[in-house]
């Protein structure tokens, strides 16, 4: 006769799991949480192949342009592409380093946030552990904000760091955690104003009202908290406004409405496209998914669904609320994304745990989802994020006068790159740019859209009539298409 299986309760009251119960079907879930893992780090070390992209470029300049010691990246660098552990990188590195020693830190700080995932669900089952690490380790937002030279992938690893001290923090009691805890805080503070949503969650986790009953050590407790989760990090981040958030200057992009970016987001989170319709569909999936799971959690513990209600939706709406900004990405929703992966693995491992029936279903999503997000990070292994030195290296290599000639259809992201590859370049002519409606030789398009299919000729409004030379598509969220055209002779 069978051993009827545990079911496993996840609530804040449930008995903590061992570090490690001897037996080697331990060993086997630990063994695959750590291949799981490496695939991940794989997968993030081959997309940070390539190019820098205009915003890693502008954060390089911005640094060297402003910055004389690393204090200066706090207060003389206002402006919102300063994330300021990533300058911090820049600054370290100087203006003329290469690609990779501008991302491989990021690639650290994102393969990381995998393994912290893991951890930080650790308590809740084996299971449990590795969904998480399966899910924040495949998924494409994931991957790609891990392999690029800007503050989200350490806004991801501190994010799983402070949710894991937390936790901990709740189990034991000991200041130790409580202390990572403020830590994590202010590293993710740095790592982008973004980790301000977890802040926001974590008050409401604290001063949560659970029902259990007040007690000296209950109370101790909670200035023991007050201090760690809510004084200190809240001081820190009001001095971090004080001094330069409050006087940030924007950058600026393309306004996009605020429900095409949730859609997107939601679509990409399960592993769908980009655009309608298929985006419909897949962001009705995230959902249906995120209510279940949302569900199953808030019964286990209100206080626990309360906290992923607040990280998830909450805080992201109230901030884009206070700073209202109409050029919203998916990169803005990326901490909702990484809690949203922690809430299905608590579901889904709860099934797993509970029953062995429906574990083939388990699977099956599972694998769809890694498919799904496999086919997005190929593409973005595949195409990179820019081509620029390919196409100066063109520009120059064809052009028979002593100049090349390029205009461009927007001087301002074309010339940052342009001139970044320009310089370290060593180029045959002497390279000259100019607005998009002059008479060159040589014309650059660049579009946002992915899939787009560019026009074989173009004619400018001054009657110059181009012809497409070659075509450099992109994988979506960074970069863009970029299309070369070389003017008609008659």
């Not at 206002?78 to 820049?90: C, E, G, Q, T, Y």
């Not at 099934?351 to 083939?360: H, N």
Request: overall charge positive; some cysteine; proline content about 4%.
């Amino acid at each position: 006769m069978s051993k009827p299986r545990k079911k496993l309760a996840v609530t804040e009251s449930s008995s903590p799991l061992p570090a490690t119960d001897g037996t080697p079907q331990w060993d086997r879930w630990v063994a695959a949480g750590v291949v799981v893992g490496l695939v991940a780090v794989a997968l993030r070390v081959a997309a940070a192949r390539g190019e820098l992209w205009l915003d890693e470029v502008w954060s390089i300049r911005l640094v060297a342009d402003v910055v004389r010691t690393p204090v200066d990246i706090a207060l003389r660098l206002k402006h919102d592409n300063n994330h300021f552990l990533n300058s911090l990188v820049a600054y370290l590195v100087g203006p003329d380093g290469e690609s990779w020693q501008y991302r491989w830190p990021a690639v650290v700080a994102g393969s990381a946030a995998v393994f912290l995932a893991g951890w930080a669900q650790r308590r809740l089952g084996r299971a449990t552990a590795l969904l998480a690490t399966v899910l924040v380790g495949a998924s494409y937002l994931a991957v790609h904000y891990s392999s690029e030279a800007r503050g989200y992938a350490y806004l991801m690893c501190f994010m799983m760091l402070a949710f894991g001290a937390l936790d901990r923090a709740e189990e034991t009691g000991r200041i130790g955690w409580e202390v990572l805890f403020t830590a994590s805080c202010v590293l993710g503070f740095l790592a982008h104003t973004l980790f301000l949503t977890l802040y926001l969650a974590v008050q409401l986790w604290t001063w949560f009202p659970d029902g259990k009953r007040t007690d000296r050590t209950a109370l101790r407790r909670l200035v023991v908290a007050a201090i760690f989760r809510t004084v200190l990090p809240g001081l820190f981040f009001g001095w971090l406004y004080w001094v330069n958030l409050s006087r940030m200057q924007i950058g600026g992009g393309n306004d996009q409405p605020n429900f095409q970016i949730v859609l997107q987001t939601l679509s990409l989170a399960g592993g769908g496209p980009f655009v309608s319709p298929g985006s419909y569909a897949s962001a009705a999936l995230t959902l249906t998914v995120s209510f279940l799971a949302g569900w199953h959690v808030f019964r286990q513990s209100p206080r626990r669904g309360c906290f992923y209600a607040a990280v998830i939706v909450v805080g992201p709406a109230i901030l884009l609320v206070a700073a209202p900004r109409n050029d919203v990405y998916p990169r803005y929703f990326l901490g909702s994304v990484l809690f949203l992966y922690l809430l299905w693995s608590e579901w889904l491992g709860s099934i797993y745990e509970r029953f062995g029936a429906r574990r083939l279903w388990i699977a099956a999503l599972l694998t769809a989802y890694v498919l799904a997000n496999g086919v997005h990070i190929w593409q973005l292994i595949a195409l990179e994020r820019g081509h620029y030195r390919e196409v100066i290296a063109l520009m120059d290599r064809e052009t028979q006068s002593d100049q090349v000639n390029v205009a461009l259809d927007h001087p301002f992201r074309h010339g940052v790159l342009v001139d970044y590859y320009g310089d370290q370049m060593k180029l045959s002519k002497s390279l000259q740019t100019f607005p998009p409606d002059s008479r060159t030789e040589w014309l650059l398009v660049h579009d946002l859209h992915v899939n787009f299919t560019p026009p074989e000729s173009l004619t400018q409004r001054n009657g110059t009539e181009y012809r497409l030379v070659r075509e450099y598509p992109f994988a979506g969220l960074s970069g863009w298409d970029l299309c070369v055209y070389r003017r008609q002779t008659r």
